[in-house]
């Protein structure tokens, strides 16, 4: 696959921006962090002076992985001695922002690095949907909303930005297929990198029994107020026409299919699975304050920090393009207008789910 068609969880234009998000809105991070923890109580330890290796894949800026390596970190210390160290690779895209990631690591209170001195952190710039750490190494895994980015947007989607609310059944389906494929890839890759008995946790978008994505209130508000950016003749209707978040939630069966018929893949197994709704904390807080201008104004904050980069990718220009700041801005007053107008709860479907690599048979 070449470079240029990678569109994996995009780095924002702002990364500070970015984690002030995260820090409002993590959704199911606790509930995980739990999983977590039993996870890390039961992987093997590795004989001193070998490491015990934690990867994160899609570290973004390292933030929504501080706490839940925190917590790993702290159970691992009590089945092994005080001096055993502890490798962390952080994994990201080539064009992540890895300055930010470090920065995270060497200032945020929160970082494992000023709590344990025995704990070493790296980064590696690959892709996941490919094989990025040495097989049989991998005791611990940690991926937190990154793996409903497709490695590539399959096409553009026509009368939406987001696959769940298109009606287009071929556009669907060319997603249905590369979702499918990717998730795959990244099982495949990670059984052939964690250690026997080593264990994965994902946390990711869900799809409900019903069948619902979720996140309706807000991508409606976004592509009406991408609609609205494009009449008014800041960006053209090709550049509209290319915008679209090429990410994708999966259901329970969608999570088992490579699994299929006995369980086991690439000696992988499901340990934990679950798909919930999670809190909506900025729709906790309206309904305690009433005020709908700071309820739009946190999601679209959210949204631009979040998703915006990947629309603003589609510019003639991308990111460097001379509208992008302008862009940005329109877009943020505009959805915060909408969600503002109408104030409404956000059904956040997510799923957790736990990978284990089988022991050899005794």
Not at 56 to 72: E, R, W
Request: charged content about 25%; some cysteine.
């Amino acid at each position: 696959m070449p470079e240029s068609s990678i569109v994996v969880r995009p780095e924002p234009m702002d990364s500070a921006a970015y984690t002030a998000a995260s820090r409002l809105h993590a959704p199911g991070l606790q509930p995980a962090i739990k999983l977590f923890e039993a996870a890390a109580a039961a992987v093997p330890m590795p004989t001193p002076p070998q490491p015990i290796v934690i990867a994160d894949y899609g570290a973004a800026t390292g933030h929504n992985s501080l706490l839940p390596i925190n917590a790993a970190i702290a159970v691992l210390r009590k089945r092994t001695r005080s001096d055993h160290s502890t490798l962390v690779v952080h994994t990201d895209l080539p064009d992540n922002d890895f300055t930010a990631l470090f920065r995270t690591l060497s200032e945020d209170p929160d970082s494992y690095l000023s709590r344990d001195a025995n704990t070493f952190a790296s980064a590696i710039g690959r892709s996941f949907y490919t094989q990025i750490m040495p097989s049989s190494s991998v005791h611990l895994g940690w991926s937190s909303w990154a793996i409903q980015w497709l490695s590539r947007t399959p096409t553009p989607i026509p009368d939406h930005i987001q696959i769940a609310y298109s009606r287009d059944a071929s556009v669907r389906a060319a997603y249905a297929r590369q979702a499918a494929h990717d998730w795959h890839e990244f099982i495949a890759f990670r059984g052939r990198e964690l250690r026997r008995g080593g264990r994965l946790l994902v946390m990711t978008m869900g799809v409900g029994e019903d069948g619902d994505a979720g996140h309706r209130p807000t991508l409606t508000a976004i592509a009406d107020a991408l609609d609205e950016v494009a009449g008014s003749g800041l960006i053209t209707a090709d550049e509209r026409h290319r915008m679209c978040l090429p990410v994708v939630a999966r259901s329970e069966a969608d999570f088992c299919a490579p699994f299929a018929p006995k369980g086991r893949f690439e000696q992988l197994e499901i340990e934990h699975l679950e798909i919930f709704d999670a809190e909506d904390r900025y729709w906790n807080d309206y309904r305690r304050d009433r005020n709908a201008q700071a309820f739009g104004a946190r999601w679209a904050a959210f949204v631009r920090a979040a998703v915006f980069p990947s629309l603003v990718a589609a510019l003639a220009g991308g990111t460097a393009d001379p509208r992008a700041v302008q862009f940005y801005d329109r877009l943020e007053r505009g959805v915060a207008e909408r969600l503002a107008a109408n104030p409404e709860q956000t059904r956040l479907p997510m799923a957790h789910v736990v990978l284990l690599k089988r022991r050899k048979a005794q």
